[in-house]
């Protein structure tokens, strides 16, 4: 009913730049808070970065300087720019999105499927 889709991941040699992009589609009244998280191999997943439906921005100490969160309100989407990236950057992305729907207008947490995002040293 709600789907959030990704692309843009791949592979990239340290000190390049990707921009991820997130659409979110289906029967939404709102979307409110969206953000980015990661996932590297035997981590735990963490935030990267958030944004507020008014553009207020959030970012995680590893990452601030060198990527940017954006969000179109008009086209439901939400991207990450990342530059400078190094191998630690190298992970699982996902889109989030909190979005208010139905009836009752409630919220609801939505997850992208996840872009893999490799930097070779």
């Known amino acids: 009913q709600v789907q959030l889709v990704e692309s843009g991941g791949g592979l990239v040699q340290a000190g390049g730049s990707l921009r991820l992009s997130c659409a979110a589609s289906?029967?939404?009244?709102?979307?409110?808070?969206m953000g980015w998280y990661r996932q590297a191999p035997g981590k735990q997943r963490e935030m990267v970065a958030t944004?507020?439906?008014?553009?207020?921005?959030n970012y995680a100490d590893s990452v601030k300087g060198r990527f940017t969160i954006s969000r179109d309100n008009g086209k439901n989407t939400v991207s990450l720019e990342m530059n400078s990236l190094k191998s630690e950057d190298t992970a699982v992305y996902y889109c989030k999105a909190i979005v208010t729907r139905g009836s009752l207008k409630l919220e609801y947490q939505y997850w992208g499927q996840g872009a893999q995002v490799t930097v070779s040293s």
């Open positions: 289906g029967s939404i009244f709102s979307i409110n808070d």
């Open positions: 944004i507020t439906r008014d553009g207020s921005t």
